[in-house]
């Protein structure tokens, strides 16, 4: 039984039926890393039920090919990163030939999903065989919808093929985030155009709470001015003052 870790070389000599030796030098196979243990990957960015707003593109994490007790590790090969829509809608984004977009469907294996670059990946600190790693999403969010994001990452070692992309693969833990770009809506409710004691402003606010369930409101301000007579002035809470940011 080989050690995942350990390193071994490998001599053969070949021997026929009536007992004839190769005489040959031995080939041999030295330095031989086995390796079993599986990389790992993570997802910093977004967080775990974070909103997003416009202007999101950079996904961002770690990935690492651990050392076995030995010490050794056959190091980081790639990493594919999976994003997902959930239904209504289902939808995976990736290449089937005709450039980077979502599809209905998924690749027929993992390998289909988008690398993230080399370029991306920063080993820090230098030597640690962790990386920091980052991925430029160029398409398009659906507003008010949820997302998922699993990262794919494969080691450098081979299987028995020896055929380069054939090493231990292991899922990155899911990562669900929500996407909203509508703003949320605000109203005043006992204020017209006439009045003659005005001791509170009432109003409602809301923000499509139809849509998924974190999605809320997170604060009202409010802005009164005083348009006549002239100057204008603002209500800072406690006086009349002149304008500079009204809210």
């Known amino acids: 039984k080989l050690t995942s870790g350990n390193k071994y070389e490998i001599k053969c000599r070949a021997f026929d039926l009536p007992e004839n030796e190769n005489q040959t030098?031995?080939?041999?196979?030295?330095?031989?890393?086995?390796?079993?243990?599986?990389?790992?990957?993570?997802?910093?960015?977004?967080?775990e039920n974070q909103i997003v707003k416009s202007g999101f593109t950079i996904i961002s994490g770690t990935a690492?090919?651990?050392?076995?007790?030995?010490?050794?590790?056959?190091?980081?090969?790639?990493l594919r990163i999976?994003?997902?829509?959930?239904?209504?809608g289902e939808s995976f984004w990736w290449d089937p030939g005709t450039g980077l977009g979502w599809q209905a469907d998924p690749p027929a294996s993992p390998d289909?999903?988008?690398?993230?670059?080399?370029?991306?990946?920063?080993?820090?600190?230098?030597g640690s065989g962790i990386y920091r790693w980052f991925y430029n999403f160029t398409g398009s969010w659906v507003d008010n919808s949820p997302f998922t994001?699993?990262?794919?990452?494969?080691?450098?070692?081979?299987?028995?093929?020896?055929?380069?992309?054939?090493?231990?693969?292991?899922?990155s833990p899911l990562r669900t985030f929500y996407y909203?770009?509508?703003?949320?809506?605000?109203?005043?409710?006992?204020?017209?155009?006439?009045?003659?004691s005005l001791p509170t402003i009432s109003?409602?606010?809301?923000?499509?709470?139809?849509?998924?369930?974190?999605?809320?409101?997170?604060?009202?301000?409010?802005?009164?001015?005083r348009l006549e007579p002239p100057p204008l002035w603002v209500w800072s809470g406690s006086a009349w003052v002149e304008p500079t940011n009204p809210y």
């Open 25 to 47: 030098p031995f080939p041999t196979r030295t330095d031989i890393l086995v390796d079993f243990r599986k990389p790992e990957s993570r997802i910093n960015l977004p967080q």
């Open 64 to 78: 690492t090919d651990p050392p076995d007790p030995s010490g050794n590790r056959s190091g980081l090969y790639s």
């Open 82 to 88: 999976k994003i997902r829509k959930p239904p209504p």
């Open 112 to 126: 289909g999903y988008p690398v993230i670059p080399y370029a991306n990946w920063t080993e820090d600190p230098p």
């Open 149 to 171: 994001i699993e990262v794919y990452a494969r080691d450098d070692s081979r299987n028995p093929t020896e055929a380069v992309g054939t090493g231990n693969t292991n899922w």
């Open 180 to 196: 909203d770009e509508t703003p949320p809506r605000s109203k005043t409710t006992n204020v017209t155009a006439f009045m003659n």
């Open 203 to 225: 109003g409602t606010a809301d923000d499509d709470l139809n849509t998924y369930a974190l999605r809320k409101v997170d604060g009202v301000k409010i802005n009164i001015q």
